[in-house]
């Protein structure tokens, strides 16, 4: 039986599901004070009124990518091992890469029985829509179109995490409006120096646009 589920790349509305107490554990350097098990604790006082059996405890690690063999990071898996057979574990790495989500895995697989799910945000539209959608403040327009534009125009050697990032952060770099419309988006999709721009064919940037609007239209 498994104890756990590694997320590389936190999936859509997983803490919103029932029976989830999620907590996200800031690193801690070993000459400091750890706190992170009395977190975890507190959380689950907090969100469970009754009886905490059967409840899955959500945890990023995000932050203690590379710091797997340290001292407070084997004494915070011992204690989930101590619980393993109450709780069921969701652990969330956010920008991790191959070798870290695996020397991260092989970590906690000293104590814990788990398996890695991968969560690709470039193969569901949906799923892309979603994370930009946190990532920015698009409205559904707008964030439906920018999907579209990076999973059917943007060349699949750019379809990665890294270019994402780089794409949220030049966006957010226009502070002007607190929400992001589609004629904002295709203002900043047709400046040359934009990285759709740069990416993209003009006639292909034009094209999505379109296409959009009379989807839009035709309602």
């Not at 920008?95 to 092989?106: H, V």
């Not at 770099?173 to 607190?178: F, L, P, T």
């Not at 992001?180 to 900043?188: A, D, G, N, P, V």
Request: net charge negative.
């Amino acid at each position: 039986m498994k104890d756990f589920v590694m997320y590389v790349n936190r999936p859509n509305n997983i803490e919103n599901e029932n029976g989830f107490v999620s907590c996200r554990l800031t690193y801690v350097p070993p000459y400091e004070r750890f706190d992170g098990i009395r977190q975890i604790q507190l959380a689950v006082r907090e969100k469970v009124q009754f009886s905490d059996d059967g409840i899955t405890v959500s945890i990023d690690f995000s932050e203690w990518i590379g710091h797997e063999k340290e001292e407070y990071f084997t004494s915070l898996i011992r204690f989930l091992y101590d619980h393993r057979n109450k709780w069921k574990y969701a652990f969330i790495l956010e920008k991790a890469q191959e070798w870290q989500y695996r020397k991260m895995y092989i970590a906690i697989r000293t104590y814990l029985q788990g398996e890695i799910f991968i969560n690709d945000r470039w193969s569901e539209l949906k799923d892309l829509e979603a994370h930009l959608k946190e990532c920015l403040p698009l409205d559904s327009n707008a964030s439906k179109v920018l999907a579209k534009l990076l999973l059917t125009a943007v060349p699949e050697d750019y379809r990665n995490d890294d270019f994402l990032r780089a794409l949220v952060n030049e966006i957010n770099m226009d502070k002007s409006a607190r929400t992001i419309t589609i004629r904002h988006l295709q203002k900043y999709a047709e400046e040359s120096d934009s990285l759709i721009a740069m990416t993209v064919p003009h006639n292909l940037i034009l094209s999505v646009f379109r296409n959009e609007k009379e989807e839009r239209d035709g309602k």
